[in-house]
């Protein structure tokens, strides 16, 4: 069984950090991209970051450049979101997803997780 844990959010003033984790199993994790979404109610699940162990595909929002990076420990199976500089305009659900390559469209993604919300207060 495919799974997705992702973990890690909460709440935060603008300008900290956080760091969510992804945790896959049920696949092959070196043969698959992982991505991270974020959902707003109201608005469309918006791409933020991809890492690609199978190519060298990639994604990045632009409204994350410079301040969120992602990561791979593969030995783990696990991804991580490294959030900097936070917003009040990232205060979202986020969830990650695992697809054959990158790309910015969720429905290019057939396995997703749960979720965790991060919250930026201003």
């Known amino acids: 069984e495919v799974q997705l844990q992702a973990s890690g959010g909460g709440l935060v003033q603008a300008g900290g950090s956080l760091r969510l984790s992804c945790v896959a199993s049920?696949?092959?994790?070196?043969?698959?991209?992982i991505g991270w979404f974020r959902r707003v109610p109201g608005k469309e699940r918006e791409g933020v970051l991809c890492?690609?162990?199978?190519?060298?595909?990639?994604y990045y929002a632009d409204s994350v450049k410079g301040r969120f990076t992602i990561s791979s420990d593969n030995a783990k199976n696990t991804v991580y979101l490294q959030m900097n500089s936070l917003k009040p305009e990232d205060t979202a659900v986020y969830l990650c997803?695992?697809?054959?390559?990158?790309?910015?469209?969720?429905?290019?993604?057939?396995?997703w997780g749960q979720g965790t919300q991060v919250t930026v207060s201003s």
């Open positions: 890492i690609s162990s199978s190519d060298d595909s990639t």
């Open positions: 997803a695992a697809a054959r390559t990158c790309s910015s469209r969720s429905r290019w993604y057939p396995y």
């Open positions: 049920g696949f092959t994790f070196d043969d698959y991209a």
